[in-house]
């Protein structure tokens, strides 16, 4: 989790200009379509397109089509697309708070608060109790009421309401009465909730496009609601937020849960780290630190240039003799080749035969030290079988419940 976060905080702003920049080309196209009469070109954020003339199942939708490809769009389901993704990623970076809370907005959890020195209205954001049962309210600051506000907007009806939607908790396997819900979109001929898997559906395909890289699985990289909230308390508390004052936003029971979100090393730490190398420098040798001699250098490596044998290669430190008199198969710091794997089932196969061979003519003190040499043989090919090859699956089983764990 912790690498997680570190590859994705640094990233943070590529897919926040991606979603936003996919919501405003989206929203374009869709206008300019409108605007556009059936068989008619036009062209909006970089693209030129077809309007076509939809079929009578499906009337009320807004379709073109590529004039170089030939594949028909969905413009209204684009923009519809493209415009939740970037309400979901707005809003979870900027409160952190965990997806069924988001799924569980509505309409009334924008409160006001006035403070009663100044008299200043501060907006704040009503969190329900979902996993600890702990209500909270969040400052919202002046980008998230404006996304706020532009989700209200959306989501209003004609008489100017927000709709009272049903919604499905999935950890209480029941329906919830129906409320005014945020995250609310129309399917159908009527307003549905937008569920948590559906929330994830729509940060997989819009962040698909950022272009950015998993350094694990060289695919691209993937945003989950919970890396948001893990980013967003890593943030707080590495800009100065104290972590207790991060626990009672994170709506933690526990400050060390709150701590263990946080994925970077603590400044301290690494202060007082760097500075004690530093004493340690000032106290040893200076000649310790010197430049070496090109001949040193060359020596060094050579080393790793005189570690390749015939079978793999060998991991005795530099500037060490070898002790095992170059008896590589003997040797545990021989890291076999498995390109290697037919010669050393040659050798595997000659040492038996020379041990047969040693045994009938009775060079008993041989048969010894042939056996030590077949034993080591046969301990690297193992190694070998034992490692996974390329791209292959490892199965790791699946576990088995006993009587008496319960």
């Not at 979100?261 to 202060?271: I, R």
Request: proline share 7%.
């Amino acid at each position: 989790m912790d690498a997680r976060t570190r590859e994705r905080l640094p990233v943070l702003p590529v897919p926040v200009r991606s979603v936003d920049r996919r919501r405003k080309d989206a929203a374009a196209l869709l206008l300019a379509a409108r605007d556009s009469a059936p068989g008619e070109t036009f062209s909006a954020a970089g693209q030129t397109l077809v309007r076509v003339t939809p079929g009578r199942s499906a009337a009320a939708k807004i379709l073109a089509e590529d004039p170089a490809t030939g594949q028909r769009r969905d413009l209204g389901r684009e923009e519809d697309h493209a415009f939740w993704a970037f309400a979901v990623v707005e809003v979870l970076r900027a409160t952190g708070i965990r997806v069924e809370e988001l799924t569980q907005l509505f309409h009334h959890s924008l409160i006001q608060y006035r403070l009663p020195t100044t008299g200043e209205l501060i907006p704040l954001l009503q969190i329900i109790p979902s996993k600890t049962d702990i209500e909270r309210l969040l400052v919202v600051r002046p980008e998230l009421a404006d996304v706020l506000s532009t989700i209200i907007c959306r989501i209003r009806d004609t008489n100017g309401k927000v709709p009272r939607v049903p919604a499905y908790d999935h950890y209480e396997r029941t329906w919830l009465p129906p409320s005014p819900l945020l995250f609310q979109r129309h399917r159908g001929g009527e307003y549905r909730a937008i569920s948590s898997g559906a929330i994830r559906k729509l940060l997989t395909t819009a962040l698909a496009h950022t272009g950015l890289a998993d350094s694990v699985t060289v695919g691209p990289l993937h945003f989950t609601p919970h890396d948001f909230r893990r980013v967003f308390i890593t943030d707080a508390v590495l800009s100065g937020l104290p972590p207790h004052i991060a626990q009672v936003i994170a709506g933690h029971q526990d400050i060390n849960v709150t701590l263990g979100y946080k994925a970077m090393y603590p400044d301290e730490a690494v202060q007082a780290h760097l500075a004690f190398l530093a004493r340690r420098r000032a106290m040893r040798p200076s000649d310790e630190y010197r430049v070496p001699t090109d001949e040193e250098w060359t020596e060094f490596l050579g080393h790793f240039e005189r570690r390749k044998v015939c079978t793999g290669t060998c991991g005795r430190s530099f500037g060490t003799p070898c002790i095992h008199e170059h008896a590589c198969v003997r040797c545990p710091m021989l890291w076999s080749d498995p390109a290697q794997r037919d010669r050393l089932v040659e050798i595997r196969d000659d040492l038996i035969a020379r041990i047969a061979e040693a045994e009938r003519e009775g060079w008993l003190g041989e048969v010894e030290g042939l056996r030590v040499s077949l034993a080591g043989a046969k301990d690297k090919l193992t190694q070998i079988d034992r490692r996974p090859h390329k791209g292959a699956d490892v199965d790791l089983g699946m576990p088995t419940i006993r009587n008496e764990d319960f």
